[in-house]
């Protein structure tokens, strides 16, 4: 018989049972909050002059970079992804500070003015974060004090120990960044910055570009194509300020390429670095996958500047042509929805971005000082947020004016306006049907009205940038 001391004990085990599942559920909705609110990690592979074509992903049709490939294949690629000054200490001080050079100070390689507590690996450490660099710093000393982890080491291929043994600057970049990796502490989000120096000549040797021994077979028996406008007469369209001997882009030019046999030989070597650059990624993607943290990680590619490949007769970089301004970008968020993944992205991103990117991925809001912006929108959601058109450009001079002169733009994806500050002298360039800018159009009558418009969006960016 069903009596009311039985309906008490089943009414009783009911509520319990509910309240159990309550918690139960309880806990595990507090356990995937606590998931998807988790910091993420971040690792920034930085290469060295390696311009936004050094990549088979891209289109390159000789160099091999088979895990930067795959890199991009999950995440995106960002073709249109440029620098606002071209060369390496200050394009890493705009890299840290999210800031231009006009305002945070570093015109060549000396420390920037912007507050340490105001740049990405200073707000990440004063968050919790564990932070490391590993490898070419450029900005004066590295402030060890100011990392958990750091290695600075540049300017060879081949460094010697204390007991005489040469380890390749690549190889040591791997494996410091493998010891950051491997004694880290578990329980701290971390960001590791790997700052290559490879694909960056050796500048002092002849050989220039000197790889592993292993390497060696790579690229044998290819020919490495030369671009329509490494020529003379593209030397020579240049200002004339630019196109003499005196200039260092044009030394350099001899060190490199002013033979075919030598621009093969350079050539192949350089892509023999950046292989080895791919290969110490791949190391380092390994170890993250292997630690069970990739699928917490934002893993970010990108490089300090372009590079001349004898374009325009002239090597490495620093002036504003497309060759010295874009360089690659990948960016793989364990957050980017699946329909997203394997995508590019033809929008401006720029290196000042990745310190507001950065910061957000790790739920920081970036200071009022810093002048890029948060990457993250372009590749979390399917509606593309308004975004730049256009930015501004700026190189300062290096030792005089006819060693590296000054130089300045307005870029926009179909045109450039070059301003060069010490000689007062203006260049334009429909990037639409001159895209290797040798067809300058500043004197041009008929497109006197894009030059004034342009000449004056230039000036407005430019005291922006301040």
């Not at 502490?185 to 040797?205: G, I, K, M, R």
């Not at 990108?302 to 874009?326: C, F, M, V």
């Not at 060693?403 to 203006?426: G, T």
């Not at 334009?428 to 159009?441: G, Q, R, S, V």
Request: hydrophobic share 35%.
């Amino acid at each position: 018989m069903f009596t009311k001391k039985h309906f008490f004990t089943l009414f009783s085990v009911f509520v319990i049972a509910s309240f159990n599942t309550f918690s139960l559920n309880q806990a595990f909705c507090a356990g995937s909050e606590e998931k998807t609110t988790k910091p993420l990690n971040v690792v920034l592979l930085y290469a060295d002059d390696w311009r936004h074509d050094t990549l088979g992903v891209a289109g390159n049709p000789v160099v091999q970079t088979p895990n930067l490939d795959q890199l991009a294949n999950r995440g995106m690629r960002f073709t249109q992804n440029c620098v606002t000054t071209s060369i390496c200490g200050v394009s890493r001080a705009s890299l840290f500070t999210g800031q231009w050079m006009s305002r945070h100070g570093n015109r060549s390689f000396s420390p920037w003015k912007t507050a340490w507590s105001e740049t990405f690996p200073g707000l990440l450490r004063s968050n919790g974060y564990y932070v490391g660099h590993v490898g070419k710093w450029h900005n004066g000393k590295i402030p060890s004090e100011r990392f958990d982890f750091s290695r600075s080491y540049y300017g060879k291929h081949w460094l010697t120990s204390p007991d005489g043994s040469k380890t390749h600057v690549t190889q040591k970049n791997e494996n410091d960044a493998l010891e950051f990796l491997r004694t880290r502490p578990n329980d701290q989000p971390f960001c590791l910055t790997v700052a290559f120096f490879a694909t960056h000549a050796e500048d002092s040797n002849p050989l220039q570009f000197l790889p592993q021994p292993e390497s060696m077979g790579l690229y044998r028996g290819v020919t490495v194509p030369i671009a329509e406008n490494a020529t003379q007469e593209s030397f020579e369209r240049l200002p004339d300020f630019v196109s003499n001997e005196k200039n260092e882009g044009r030394n350099r030019w001899h060190w490199r390429f002013d033979t075919p046999e030598k621009y093969q030989t350079m050539m192949k070597n350089y892509y023999r670095l950046a292989t080895e650059v791919d290969d110490a990624c791949g190391q380092i993607l390994a170890e993250l996958k292997k630690q069970g943290v990739y699928e917490e990680t934002v893993v970010i590619f990108t490089t300090d500047n372009g590079y001349y490949h004898a374009e325009h007769g002239l090597a490495d970089k620093w002036y504003p042509h497309q060759e010295s301004i874009r360089v690659p970008l990948i960016i793989d968020d364990p957050r980017m929805p699946h329909q997203m993944r394997g995508h590019t992205n033809d929008d401006f991103t720029l290196n000042v971005d990745l310190a507001p990117t950065i910061l957000a991925a790790a739920g920081i809001p970036a200071p009022v000082a810093m002048q890029g912006k948060d990457l993250s929108p372009l590749y979390l959601s399917q509606n593309k947020p308004q975004w730049r058109s256009e930015f501004f450009y700026e190189h300062p001079m290096l030792k005089s004016n006819d060693f590296i002169p000054a130089s300045e733009a307005l870029v926009r994806k179909d045109w450039k306006y070059f301003y060069w500050p010490e000689f007062d002298r203006e260049q334009l360039f429909d990037l639409t049907n001159d895209p290797i800018e040798e067809n300058d159009l500043a004197d041009d009558p008929k497109h006197r009205n894009k030059l004034v418009e342009m000449r004056e969006r230039f000036a407005k960016l430019k005291a922006a940038a301040k």
